[in-house]
């Protein structure tokens, strides 16, 4: 691990720590690489460069080569870099689907900060390829009280509907990186692995949309190399690749980053896949997920991120702990979305937590009714308006207990229903009395089919305060209803302000929440 000292970080405008590669099994590329100039004999950075996990004093930087190389990494204060101190990163390797990702740490907190990637040739040293350029925010310090502004969404290449350059290929991303956000929550099903996409698909007033189309995205994936291309297909658009380069990202994953509401251990009967046991599919599309996305390479994809006194983060993973889809009717306390360790470790951290507002980015709404099927739900509600049951036991444990100690400033982001919602929950209207009334906002999706709206369930009281959902199920991208949220968080009155916006950033909803 390298430190720089702070003499170095003032004279240089930098500081910055340790690397590691993300791989593991060898299993092929598959990947399709971004236009790029490919200048004979020299590396090429093939998909862009990304951040991600940014804290007040550390951050991922992402890149992937199309051949072995070493990564290095230029970082500075500066936007020309002037002064930047070179920081050598891991080798990219086929073991990685030549991805790679260096650990920058003992960074300022709550400043801008710029850097280059470069690969070198592995054949002749100093032999290396054109940089590319990328820049993200550190977050705030435990005592700088500064604004917080972040963006989330979630559903990416969903239902059909990939890259249409004729439609403006994925232009949510143009918007929100407009609106300069510290960081990029996505709320889950950041591929879609189950679904294939046409080259044409003629929608309702006769235009015919064109899917850029690649070999994995040809079918349903399930060797590691159709996971892998999965991410290297998104990275194809314009518009995300500029927006991964200036935002830092927080991923979270859901279903279809494996296959459709999947959880461990089901055996799938879907005629499509020739590999139908689902922990065989998970793990290779966890090892494509943590390859391709700036996300930490080891541990829980369950974690807590702080921004300050103002804004602590706590991402679930409501997938890879969940039990089967069944009615969810159980009076099993032990059983849930989270397992009993995250949950756990939810209680704890919420219970510890200083900062004005506690973000639980949940990847499944918790008060909306999401069918499995016509018998099985694949949620946390079920219907039942009634006293907890199913999954709703364990959220009911962690509301409780965070009620029960004064948690105050919780709110739940969510995406995975493909509209856009404001959900007010209280105890009032609730089939339970003992938590703090809170708020869930519901945006989606980024780039995929519209649905919605879904049935509320009323165990925890929920009030639809403002749904915007489209008229008919899977419209596409090119008829509207794609959803980003925005939040912003003022530093001098700490108010939560959110705004509910479409993919030109248009503000369709907006509240503000006093400090608690």
């Not at 990702?101 to 400043?111: D, T």
């Not at 499995?372 to 036991?393: I, K, M, S, T, Y």
């Not at 029960?404 to 709110?411: A, C, D, F, K, S």
Request: glycine share 12%; proline share 7%.
């Amino acid at each position: 691990m390298t430190e720089l000292d702070r003499r170095t970080l003032l004279r240089a405008g930098l500081v910055a720590g340790a690397g590691v590669a993300g791989g593991a099994l060898l299993g092929g590329s598959g990947a399709v690489a971004a236009p790029a100039w490919r200048p004979a004999g020299r590396p090429v950075l093939t998909h862009g460069v990304q951040s991600g996990d940014v804290t007040a004093d550390s951050a991922l930087v992402w890149t992937r080569a199309d051949r072995p190389g070493r990564m290095f990494v230029e970082l500075s204060r500066r936007p020309d870099l002037r002064g930047a101190r070179m920081l050598r990163g891991p080798v990219l390797d086929p073991t990685g689907d030549f991805t790679g990702r260096l650990r920058l740490r003992g960074l300022p907190s709550g400043e801008r900060l710029y850097y280059r990637v470069r690969v070198e040739s592995l054949d002749r040293n100093g032999l290396c390829g054109e940089p590319l350029r990328g820049s993200f925010t550190t977050a705030p310090g435990r005592h700088q009280r500064r604004d917080v502004r972040f963006v989330w969404t979630g559903d990416i290449a969903g239902q059909g509907w990939g890259i249409a350059p004729e439609f403006g290929g994925m232009s949510i991303f143009r918007a929100m990186r407009a609106a300069r956000p510290d960081f990029f929550l996505c709320s889950g099903d950041t591929v879609y692995a189950d679904g294939p996409l046409a080259e044409t698909v003629t929608l309702p007033d006769g235009r015919v949309w064109r899917n850029l189309v690649t070999p994995e995205k040809s079918k349903v994936a399930e060797t590691l190399a159709e996971y892998r291309g999965q991410y290297a297909y998104n990275l194809l658009d314009e518009h995300l690749r500029a927006f991964a380069a200036e935002v830092p990202q927080v991923n979270q994953w859901d279903d279809h980053e494996v296959t459709n509401n999947w959880y461990p251990g089901e055996i799938l009967t879907d005629a499509r896949y020739t590999e139908r046991r689902v922990d065989v599919l998970a793990a290779r599309a966890r090892q494509a997920f943590g390859e391709w996305l700036p996300v930490p390479a080891d541990g829980p994809l369950y974690r807590r991120l702080s921004y300050g006194p103002l804004l602590d983060v706590f991402v679930l993973d409501m997938r890879t702990y969940k039990d089967p889809n069944d009615g969810n009717t159980y009076a099993d306390p032990a059983r849930g979305l989270l397992g009993r360790e995250q949950r756990q470790w939810l209680v704890r951290e919420l219970t510890r937590s200083r900062a004005t507002w506690k973000v639980i980015a949940a990847d499944l709404p918790l008060g909306l009714v999401v069918p499995d099927g016509p018998g099985a739900q694949e949620g946390v509600a079920q219907g039942d308006p009634g006293a907890p049951a199913g999954r709703e036991l364990e959220f009911a444990e962690v509301l409780r207990a965070a009620h029960r100690v004064g948690v105050t400033g919780i709110v739940f982001l969510t995406a995975d229903v493909h509209y856009t919602a404001a959900h007010h929950y209280d105890p009032a209207r609730a089939a339970v009395a003992d938590f703090t009334p809170f708020w869930e906002f519901v945006s989606g999706p980024a780039h995929a089919g519209g649905f919605g709206p879904n049935r509320l369930d009323g165990t925890f009281g929920p009030e639809a305060v403002f749904v915007h959902a489209p008229p008919r199920a899977n419209i596409s991208p090119a008829e509207g209803f794609q959803h980003f949220g925005e939040v912003h968080i003022d530093a001098e009155s700490r108010a939560f302000t959110v705004h509910l916006r479409d993919r030109d950033g248009r503000s369709l909803w907006t509240t503000t929440l006093p400090a608690p």
